[in-house]
């Protein structure tokens, strides 16, 4: 199974080390690092690409734990009325793409300057990352009980107090799973930055993209693999330095996507 | 603080953010798919683009392929997945774990690139097909992809699914399941009855909404299919995107339709699992 997992990353080593590879050669007759080399040229734009990847991904990520963590506490910690619709509502851009939603806001974005601009693309991008981080806060706040808070109020604490400095340090490792899993969601976006970013804003997918559409394998696979690498220190990092169970956080917020939720 | 206004405030920015950019673009889509683009002079709302779009042979051409693109990938997912969590229910190691997830982190399109060149006429796939003298020139390994049966696009969805699908099956499979199939193996029950009258019944809602999150996934999801697949007829979403684009402006009300159904085929199945994980928390 492992094997099965590995496969699509084989071709992608093999040719990012390649330096010729003829049909029907099963390994390279030459290595070389002509393609690690193409990344940091000057003419080759992957530098720029990658540091506003960064940028809209960090900011993405900050701006929906922001609004995903009180989110999460109010779907986590109460029932109330149209609770479930509330639900329904969030979700709903985590399944209904939001492609469609982005393409029905591009004029409105023209209108107000926001097209073919980074803040542009970043707004678009917490259609995707905000409901992921509201639901897996949700689940992480529905997990805590309140007895400790409560504690702290009954020895004095005001509620802010007794949030800040007892509910919020034990939420810690999930809300840094939301945070991994909003960067990565807006780290992997490749339409949405297209169509409101007009070309402008040019990210490390796109590079990848026209990459992929022409003829070297070598620079398509050196660009994947650096795509790839935040999704592999993600899982590291989840892994190894979150509590199992926390660690298995995009499981988590995967599975909680039902079962605790709703 | 009263508490409705409390939760009212908590959850302000959250549904600010997805009313406003989400449900707002929704709306606009709709607005646009009647018709009414005051800044091309288009005034008069009508229908006029969905008797377009719904009567128009590439619409029924593209809703099949998607339908069949995200069905097979759904099926083929969930079949692998309930088996790879059968297989991996009794091992704890945790480096297979973490391998096992991968593919939920990893994007999509690295995932399509890498299944790309596996499967390619020069790919790794042609080239162990050569060495086993099962071919001599790339054009006789069958094409997997931009081919009509969009091989590629549903290998690709499948690599990145079934972890997803498996790790919703083992945590199924850890609780209860486990539990009841003891009970049922000492009452003598053999390894098929145990499967299929205990452990299939206890996973299968987790399976069924998994399943249905994956179908929606795939069906308004836009980039593998737009790197690896056929140029006709193309899926839902790269078809809208594709009448979006085009210079004809007087075109963007069939692209608004075409998002429109898309985003109410998505909705019903987005309804139907969370319906099934409100029954499942009652139960």
Redesign the interface.
């Known amino acids: 199974?492992?094997l099965?997992?590995?496969?699509?990353?084989?071709?992608?080593f093999l040719?990012s080390f390649a330096g010729e590879w003829r049909?029907?050669?099963?390994l390279p007759a030459e290595w070389s690092l002509r393609g690690f080399r193409a990344l940091a040229e000057p003419g080759s734009r992957v530098v720029e690409a990658a540091l506003s990847s960064l940028l809209i991904g960090g900011a993405a990520t900050v701006a929906s734990v922001?609004?995903?963590l009180?989110?999460g506490?109010?779907?986590g910690r109460?029932e109330?009325r149209l609770k479930?619709l509330?639900?329904?509502?969030?979700?709903?851009?985590?399944?209904?793409?939001?492609?469609?939603?982005?393409?029905?806001?591009h004029?409105?974005f023209i209108r107000l300057g926001l097209a073919d601009t980074s803040l542009g693309v970043f707004?678009?991008h917490?259609?995707p990352t905000?409901?992921y981080t509201?639901i897996i806060l949700a689940s992480v706040f529905a997990e805590r009980g309140v007895e400790l808070e409560e504690a702290a109020r009954t020895l004095g604490a005001t509620p802010w107090r007794a949030f800040l400095h007892v509910t919020l340090p034990t939420a810690a490792p999930g809300v840094a799973v939301a945070a991994l899993f909003a960067f990565?969601v807006s780290?992997?976006q490749?339409?949405l930055t297209v169509l409101i970013g007009g070309g402008n804003v040019v990210t490390l997918?796109m590079l990848?993209?026209s990459a992929?559409?022409g003829s070297d394998?070598v620079l398509?696979?050196v660009l994947?693999?650096l795509?790839?690498l935040p999704?592999?220190l993600?899982?590291?990092v989840a892994?190894r330095y979150l509590k199992p169970g926390e660690g298995?956080g995009?499981?988590e917020g995967?599975?909680g996507?039902?079962?605790k939720?709703? | 603080m009263d508490?409705?206004v409390k939760?009212t405030?908590?959850?302000?920015?959250?549904?600010l953010?997805?009313?406003v950019?989400?449900?707002?673009?929704?709306?606009?889509?709709?607005v646009?798919s009647l018709g009414y683009l005051p800044?091309i002079g288009m005034t008069e709302p009508n229908l006029d683009a969905y008797r377009e779009v719904l009567g128009s042979r590439d619409f029924v051409d593209s809703l099949l392929l998607t339908v069949y693109v995200a069905g097979a990938s759904t099926a083929i997912s969930t079949v692998l997945a309930v088996l790879?969590a059968l297989?991996?229910r009794n091992s704890a190691g945790?480096l297979?774990?973490?391998?096992?997830?991968?593919?939920?982190?990893?994007?999509?399109?690295?995932?399509?690139?890498?299944?790309?060149?596996?499967v390619s006429q020069?790919?790794?796939g042609?080239?162990?097909a050569?060495?086993l003298g099962l071919i001599g020139e790339?054009s006789e390994f069958p094409a997997l992809l931009y081919d009509r049966y969009s091989v590629g696009v549903i290998l690709t969805y499948v690599?990145k699914e079934v972890?997803?699908i498996a790790?919703?099956v083992l945590?199924a499979l850890r609780g209860v399941a486990g539990e009841l199939e003891e009970v049922a193996r000492t009452l003598g029950a053999n390894r098929w009855q145990r499967f299929w009258y205990v452990v299939f019944p206890t996973i299968a809602p987790?399976v069924v909404?998994a399943s249905l999150?994956v179908f929606?996934?795939t069906f308004?999801?836009?980039?593998v299919p737009?790197?690896l697949g056929q140029t006709y007829p193309t899926i839902l979403?790269v078809t809208?995107?594709n009448e979006?684009r085009s210079i004809d402006l007087s075109s963007r009300p069939a692209?608004?339709a075409i998002?429109?159904l898309?985003?109410l085929i998505?909705?019903l199945?987005?309804?139907a699992?969370?319906r099934?994980?409100?029954g499942?928390?009652r139960g």
């Open positions: 199974m492992a099965l997992v590995a496969l699509p990353f084989l071709p992608l040719w049909f029907p050669d099963l922001a609004v995903g009180p989110a506490v109010a779907l109460y109330f479930g509330v639900v329904f509502f969030v979700l709903l851009p985590i399944l209904v793409p939001p492609l469609a939603s982005t393409m029905g806001v004029l409105t707004l678009v917490l259609v905000v409901p509201t990565l780290w992997s490749y339409i997918p990848l993209f992929a559409r394998p398509t696979s994947a693999l795509f790839a999704a592999v993600a899982l590291v892994l298995d995009e499981q995967f599975v996507l039902g079962g939720v709703s | 508490r409705r939760i405030l908590l959850l302000a920015p959250a549904l953010v997805v009313g950019l989400f449900a707002g673009g929704l709306s606009a889509a709709v646009q800044a790879a297989a991996l945790r297979s774990a973490a391998v096992f997830q991968l593919p939920i982190t990893i994007p999509h399109l690295v995932a399509a690139v890498g299944i790309a060149l596996v020069t790919g790794l042609a080239r162990l050569a060495a790339p690599w972890p997803f790790l919703v945590a987790g909404a999150i929606a996934f308004g999801a836009f980039e737009y790197l979403p809208a995107y979006y692209a608004m998002n429109v898309i985003a998505t909705a199945f987005a309804a699992y969370l099934l994980g409100r499942l928390g």
